[in-house]
């Protein structure tokens, strides 16, 4: 079984500002991991995703994460945010045999002016 | 393709009462999920399906809810009798086999009164 911990239930942040949104997993298993986001009232769109080769993945709006496997955390980055990435993001979890995703319990990040 | 279809998007029914919430998956994806989302649980897996067979029901929270499959293009989850507890936010997703991504509909926002 797998579970994943975001310690943040909410970061606000200003505009332009550098903002990471952590994320930590435990699981007995190899694991693939996710970052999804939520805008309101709309439901789950893939951000980015760590499945194997480089630890450090790219979504196409200028966030990042890092999978450290030591440390068992796959935080969230992004260098300047903009009022737009204004949402709920969830990291999710899933075993190799790409079951079913395990969420964690997600993080309200405000972007203010 | 339209995406992952969910209906109704809104739904208020009174305790006791019979509730179907109903899902189209993307065409040609094998494996169907329903999650349940509420501010106290985050984001729970209920049940998963892969080609139309249930494979993993152990998140189904008790006896009065059940869901099937009866096609590759149908999905329904009954909770018959609802209760207040109940009330919450039910997705759908839905995945192709041999891919990691999967896709949300944008849920049913469910309130038991």
């Known amino acids: 079984a797998q579970s994943v911990t975001q310690l943040d239930s909410q970061v606000p942040v200003f505009e332009e500002a550098p903002v990471e949104l952590r994320c930590n997993y435990s699981?007995?298993?190899?694991?693939?991991l996710f970052w999804y986001v939520q805008y309101p009232n709309q439901g789950l769109q893939l951000l980015l995703k760590y499945l194997s080769g480089s630890t450090l993945v790219e979504s196409i709006n200028g966030f990042e994460a890092e999978f450290n496997k030591s440390q068992t955390s796959f935080h969230l980055r992004k260098p300047s945010v903009h009022i737009s990435d204004t949402a709920e993001y969830f990291c999710?979890?899933?075993?190799?045999?790409?079951?079913?995703?395990?969420f964690g319990s997600g993080t309200r990040l405000q972007v203010q002016p | 393709d339209a995406g992952v279809i969910q209906s109704p998007r809104h739904e208020v029914t009174e305790m006791g009462q019979e509730v179907t919430l109903r899902c189209k998956p993307i065409?040609?994806?094998?494996?169907l999920f329903w999650y349940r989302q509420t501010m106290m649980r985050g984001l729970e897996l209920l049940i998963y399906?892969?080609?139309?067979?249930?494979?993993?029901d152990s998140g189904m929270p008790e006896d009065r809810f059940s869901a099937k499959m009866p096609n590759a293009s149908f999905s329904t989850l009954k909770i018959q009798p609802s209760e207040p507890r109940d009330s919450a936010v039910y997705f759908c997703?839905?995945?192709?086999?041999?891919?990691?991504?999967?896709?949300f509909g944008q849920g049913t926002r469910l309130t038991v009164v």
């Open positions: 065409s040609g994806h094998d494996y």
């Open positions: 399906f892969n080609n139309n067979v249930p494979i993993d």
């Open positions: 997703a839905s995945r192709p086999r041999g891919d990691t991504e999967a896709f």
């Open positions: 699981s007995s298993v190899s694991v693939y």
């Open positions: 999710a979890v899933s075993d190799t045999g790409r079951r079913a995703l395990t």
